[in-house]
Structure formats: C-alpha cells, structure tokens
C-alpha cells in the first residue's frame, strides 16, 4: 500500500505494528497517525516485547511525570541528603540537554539514543525546552509531557556543566568523589554525562558495567549529548541480553525508536505533506540526494579549494548512473527527440542541500538533454538556507521537514558524516547509497557504495574497553556491530 492522503482508503495499520499507542488525539498531531498515508509499509515488524516496554514506559511516564507527586518527591532529592527520604520506590530520571549549536540531525540522534538508555534503566526522559523542541515535534507519550519544567531546579546551571564541573560524572570518578559517597550509602542526587562529541577518557566510563552500577541509585542523571551512542550500549555486558530481546533485528533501532519518537509537529507536517503532494506524489519513483558538502562548516568536502562543487556533483552523477538510480543524459541533440519518446516513467528527485548549486545543475542538466532511457526527471529542492544557523525555530522547521521528505523516497543517496541524512535513512528505513570522497579517509574509486545497514553511525565511540589500557578494536566484540563505511573510527549496528 503506497496511497497518497486524498487515497479514499481507510489506513490499515496507523499504529505501525503496534509501535505508537492508540491513545491519543488524532488532530494535536497529524503527523503521527498520518505517516501512514505517505510511507510505505516497513517491512521490518517491532518485537512484542518491545512493544510491551514501550507500553510499560509510557504508564511509568504517565506514573513519574512532571505534574506528579512523585516527581516533586524526587526533587526534593536535589535539595536533602537523601537518607532523609523514603525511597523504595522513587521515580528516577534522564534529562536531555541538547548541544546548542548542534543541528536538527545531531539532536534526534542523541534524543532517541537517551531514550532508550532510559527505557533499559527504568528512568524517565524528561528533554530541557531550551530551544525549539516543542515547535518541530508532538509530545510522544500519552497523557503527559517530556518537557522539563522551566523552573527545574538546577536549570540556571546547565550552561556550565562541563567535563570539568565538580558533578560531572567524569570528573567525580577522576577524583573520586562517587566512590566516597558510595561507601556511606549516599550517593549524589544528581550527575551531569558529558557525551559530547569532544568527550574525555573518564567521560567514557558511562558505557561501562561497573559505572553503571554506580550511576544506577543517582535519581537524576543530566546527559548533554549530540551523538548516536546506542552501539556501544549494545557492546555492554549489562544490556546485551535485553537489547537482544527487544530487537532481534538489530539494524532497526533506529528505525523503530526514530518512529515512535519523531513525530513532526503540525505546522511542519503541514510543510511535508504540501511540498509531497505538490511536487512528488505523481511520480512513478522518488529518489532523494541529501547534498552535505559542509562548506559551511570549514570542513568542507574536499579539501582541495579548486572546483570544490563539480568534485562532488561528479561523484552523484557516476554513483545515480553506476547504481542505475538516474540515468546518464545525451547531449548530442540529435538523436534526442528519437530516444526521449520511448519510456513514459517519470522519476522525481528530491535534493537537499545548504545550496542550490547542486540542484540547478542536476534540473539544468534533465531540462536541457533528454535522458538515455526516455525516463522523465524532474529534480526539486524544497530550501536552500546557505548555511546552518542555531536557535532559529524556523530554520529547524524546514530542515526537519526536509529530512522527514527525504525518508519517504524510495531510493536514497546521501553524504557521508551527515546526521541529517542519517536521521531520513533511519526513519525511511532506507539503506543508502553514501557519496566517497577519496581526498578524506572514504579512499575508494567507487563514486558511492551501498551502506550495510540503514542504522546511523555512532561518530565517536570510546575506544577503549572498559578497565583496559590498550585500545581495542571496538567493531570486533559483537558480530553485529562494525566499523561505519564513512567515518574509520565509528561504529555502527548491522
Ligand atoms: P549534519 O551536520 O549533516 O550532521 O546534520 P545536522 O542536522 O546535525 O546539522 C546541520 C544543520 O545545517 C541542519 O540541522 C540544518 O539546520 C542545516 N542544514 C544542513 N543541510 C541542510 C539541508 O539540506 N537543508 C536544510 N534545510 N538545512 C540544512
């Protein structure tokens, strides 16, 4: 079933497999019944049992949330020693800050990654609304709300919490300041996670057993992160055996979480759901080309400042054509009205990217010389905001949108290192066609190659095993993590 939303047929399977719960109201977020009318059908079912626990953590949520009794007891934790409290059964709690330069992709990344840490340890996500959150996604859990209060105690704070703030968790365990507090059975009512890209070698023992267990009585535990950091979960000992339960699958992680999780604020869906309607519901196929030269960014594709565009436009046109994604065009107009008869498909492609660049030449190019299959391109690309911009709700709007409309084709070429185009693939559960760049460390004569799985690559994983001196080859413990195609020092799950 590929229907479109004026298809007269009733969705089959709103709930995606049982993955969303049906409590909600339908209008205060169309998107997350209506995905359905736009997406194909995933082929990939979640567990029962993690369709249990997601039903069990939102009755927790619902049970622990920020307008109960029990959240106001668990905050007093903040302000008395906590012997002083009766606690057999005291909500515990995850609080997401966010990065605050860090872009859409990065963000949704390390929220689905801190959900589900929160799901394996039996505490509550709560996300600080500091930025725009709330105009981008709906609320996920019924009945409640996952947004920390604005006057959250140590709120006023957050902005210093660092690797070297006195209870970041790190710098406790450099100085040893947990164990201390461990040993009178009193541990800290709260420690910051520093799980930033730039982390240091004590922030890193967050994915080790011992540390969890320590961690584990701390009522609150404040993470601030811009990384997918769920493969080294699963190279823990301690969650091994409930990962393996809750996805049998193990590259659809990100495909389930992503799904339960984002769900497009209105005003945003109202951007996807028009640009899809207008410009790629007809078509017979729909590729999509996430274009992240990061030029922008002083990082730029290539590192050679000569022809820095034509470099990478290269590269998509030998991998559309090597993957027989869109095909080469004839230049020589003379055979073009004899071939441009043949085939009546007709192929939309959606390109995203800072710039427009890329876009005029590749619509320039199937505007102007007529395709060697017959085959009718027409390329769209809904913005070019030219470059990335922080703390603008309106910018993350179009870019959410934009990744959202890039997971609905059918075939899917991206850049490598890019969040944006992790977070489209993941949701579309599309594995992608990755760009090489032979100048960095992608060194290959193939202009693409086609990703192991559509999980996201965790950039930066500790590369030391836990209680090691040496390094160790983080890919190799489980068979079903692995080295990312893109980044040499990442992992990602298979
Ligand atoms: P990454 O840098 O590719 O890993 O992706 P992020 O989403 O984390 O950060 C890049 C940010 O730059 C995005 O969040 C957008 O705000 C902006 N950006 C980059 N590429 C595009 C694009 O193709 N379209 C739009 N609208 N914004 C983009």
Redesign the pocket.
């Given at each position: 079933f590929y229907g479109h939303a004026h298809t007269s047929e009733k969705p089959k399977d709103k709930l995606l497999g049982g993955l969303l719960s049906p409590g909600f109201n339908e209008a205060s977020c169309l998107s997350r019944y209506g995905s359905i009318l736009y997406r194909k059908l995933s082929p990939h079912k979640p567990s029962p049992y993690l369709i249990s626990k997601l039903r069990n953590y939102e009755s927790l949520h619902k049970q622990c949330g920020t307008n109960t009794e029990s959240y106001n007891a668990t905050l007093n934790h903040l302000h008395r020693p906590r012997h002083d409290i009766s606690d057999n059964d005291t909500c515990k709690y995850v609080v997401l800050l966010f990065v605050g330069h860090?872009?859409?992709?990065?963000?949704?990344?390390s929220l689905v990654s801190s959900f589900l840490f929160a799901v394996l340890t039996n505490r509550l996500l709560l996300i600080d609304q500091g930025d725009d959150v709330a105009a981008l996604l709906c609320e996920p859990f019924p009945d409640t709300t996952w947004a920390l209060p604005l006057d959250f105690p140590l709120r006023n704070q957050f902005e210093s919490f660092d690797s070297n703030h006195p209870h970041c968790y790190g710098n406790m365990m450099k100085n040893k300041t947990v164990e201390l507090s461990m040993d009178d059975s009193s541990p800290p009512p709260f420690v910051f996670l520093n799980l930033v890209h730039d982390y240091n070698e004590h922030d890193k023992r967050f994915f080790c057993d011992r540390d969890q267990s320590i961690m584990k009585e701390v009522p609150w535990l404040l993470i601030r992160s811009?990384q997918y950091f769920i493969p080294s979960l699963f190279l823990m000992p301690l969650f091994e055996k409930e990962l393996s339960k809750l996805f049998p699958e193990k590259e659809t992680v990100f495909h389930h979480l992503g799904r339960y999780l984002v769900h497009p604020s209105n005003q945003v869906w109202g951007l996807i759901t028009r640009y899809y309607e207008t410009y790629l519901a007809e078509s017979d196929e729909r590729i999509g080309i996430?274009?992240?030269d990061?030029s922008?960014?002083g990082l730029p594709f290539q590192s050679s400042k000569e022809l820095p565009f034509t470099y990478m436009m290269d590269r998509i046109l030998d991998c559309s054509a090597q993957e027989n994604l869109l095909p080469r065009v004839i230049t020589n107009a003379q055979n073009s009205v004899l071939n441009a008869t043949r085939n009546k498909k007709t192929k939309s492609v959606l390109?995203?990217?800072?710039s427009s660049w890329y876009f005029e030449k590749l619509r320039n190019m199937y505007r102007d010389n007529p395709a060697i299959t017959g085959e009718s391109i027409t390329v769209f690309?809904?913005?070019?905001?030219e470059?990335?911009?922080?703390n603008?709700a309106q910018?993350?709007m179009?870019?959410?949108?934009?990744?959202y409309l890039l997971s609905l084709m059918d075939e899917f070429i991206t850049?490598p290192?890019?969040?944006?185009?992790?977070?489209a693939q993941g949701l579309g559960g599309l594995r992608p066609w990755i760009l090489s760049n032979p100048l960095r460390e992608m060194d290959s004569d193939s202009p693409c190659r086609w990703a192991t799985s559509m999980e996201p690559c965790f950039h930066y994983p500790p590369s030391y095993g836990c209680g090691a001196k040496t390094g160790i080859d983080t890919g190799a413990r489980v068979q079903y993590v692995r080295l990312c195609e893109d980044i040499s020092w990442g992992i990602k799950l298979f």
């Open positions: 860090s872009g859409v992709g990065n963000r949704m990344l811009n996430q274009i992240r990061f922008s960014t390109v995203t990217s800072l690309q809904p913005s070019h905001e470059s990335q911009q922080s603008n910018h993350d179009k870019t959410l949108a934009e990744i850049s290192w890019s969040t944006f185009g992790y977070v």
